[in-house]
């Protein structure tokens, strides 16, 4: 009877432990660069809110995922300007993506999520 008991202990801590919340990973701006009369934001997607405020766009663009950045032009200056870095969006876009490096969209919508103080 206690082996079963600590069976069922052992399993029902294993579970909470598998089940505990994960960081929650989203799409970042990590920088902003206005160029040719063109407002541009650098979105990197999939990653949590301390590798956002902790790496810069460089250590972004030198790793292995080659698709984890994405250059947007942003068509509302209005947007662009109070769009902060380390923001947390979803960029829509909108027509096709050009296969630079990074790649380049034109924003059709950026949801945004919070802004950082």
Known sequence: ????????????IGTLLGCSK????GDYIIGKE?????????VVHHITDKEARTKSLHD???????NDV??????DI???????IGERVTVKPG???MLS??????AEEIIRYSKRN
């Open 1 to 12: 009877m206690n082996r079963i008991l600590l069976i069922l202990i052992i399993a029902l």
């Open 22 to 25: 994960q960081p929650d990973k």
């Open 34 to 42: 206005y160029e040719s009369n063109i407002p541009k934001i650098y």
């Open 60 to 66: 972004f663009l030198v790793n292995d995922d080659e």
């Open 70 to 75: 994405v250059l947007y032009h942003v068509n």
């Open 78 to 84: 209005k947007l662009y300007n109070d769009l902060d």
């Open 95 to 97: 027509g096709y993506t």
């Open 101 to 106: 490096y990074p790649p380049q969209a034109v």
